[in-house]
């Protein structure tokens, strides 16, 4: 049983990151705000849910949440300032978008640079945890996912409809040909 948060008595946003491993499409992150008295019996990790669990859950989140941000991070900017700084920029900008600025921030991974001055704690593997960080992860990847299919359509030869930019031989093969 995953917990809601960190601290009961903050406003506290969980964030996550989807596309970090992908050799194409963006890097896009949610933050959430969960009321404090959120539960759903199969909100974990969206690496756990199958496809059709995570658009679900998606609906569900979207609709109890007091608040949540997407944002995502092109290509050409993540190949100026790596994938890594990308990801916390994306992130960053999830939060920013959020109606309600949080007091605390749950970060799912090891590295985070302040956002303004909201404390934050990196937790490995939170989207496996923390209610909050599992949702901001399934927000994450739905709307990732949703825009490589949309980018699919330009850009047929690669799958991405299906493999979503991952490293996939099939996608690593058309790559090479392409």
Same mark, same amino acid.
């Given at each position: 049983?995953?917990?809601? #948060?960190?601290?009961?008595?903050?406003?506290?946003?969980?964030?996550?990151?989807?596309?970090?491993? &992908?050799?194409?499409?963006?890097?896009?992150?949610?933050?959430?705000?969960?009321? +404090?008295? *959120?539960?759903?019996?199969?909100?974990?990790? $969206?690496? !756990?849910?199958? =496809?059709?669990?995570?658009? *679900?859950?998606?609906?569900?989140?979207?609709?109890?949440?007091?608040?949540?941000?997407?944002?995502?991070?092109?290509?050409?900017?993540?190949? !100026?300032?790596?994938?890594? +700084?990308?990801?916390?920029?994306?992130?960053?900008?999830?939060? =920013? $978008?959020? =109606?309600?600025?949080?007091? *605390?921030?749950?970060?799912?991974? +090891?590295? *985070?640079?302040?956002?303004? #001055?909201?404390?934050?704690? &990196?937790?490995?593997?939170?989207?496996?945890?923390?209610?909050?960080?599992?949702?901001? $992860?399934?927000?994450?990847?739905?709307?990732?996912?949703?825009?490589?299919?949309?980018?699919?359509?330009?850009?047929? !030869?690669?799958?991405? !409809?299906?493999?979503?930019?991952?490293?996939?031989?099939?996608?690593?093969?058309?790559?090479?040909?392409?």
């Amino acid at each position: 049983m995953l917990k809601l #948060k960190i601290h009961s008595h903050l406003l506290e946003c969980g964030t996550d990151e989807a596309g970090r491993g &992908c050799l194409a499409g963006p890097v896009t992150a949610a933050a959430v705000i969960l009321p +404090n008295d *959120f539960s759903h019996p199969f909100l974990t990790d $969206s690496k !756990q849910l199958s =496809e059709k669990k995570r658009i *679900f859950l998606k609906d569900v989140i979207e609709s109890e949440a007091l608040c949540y941000g997407v944002a995502h991070v092109m290509m050409e900017e993540i190949d !100026q300032i790596n994938i890594l +700084n990308a990801s916390i920029l994306a992130m960053h900008k999830a939060i =920013e $978008s959020l =109606e309600t600025t949080p007091q *605390f921030i749950a970060i799912d991974g +090891n590295k *985070f640079t302040p956002y303004k #001055k909201i404390p934050y704690e &990196c937790v490995v593997k939170g989207d496996g945890k923390y209610l909050h960080i599992a949702a901001a $992860s399934i927000l994450a990847k739905t709307y990732r996912d949703a825009y490589m299919k949309t980018l699919a359509l330009e850009f047929p !030869q690669y799958n991405w !409809q299906k493999n979503k930019g991952y490293p996939t031989l099939e996608h690593r093969d058309a790559i090479r040909k392409h």
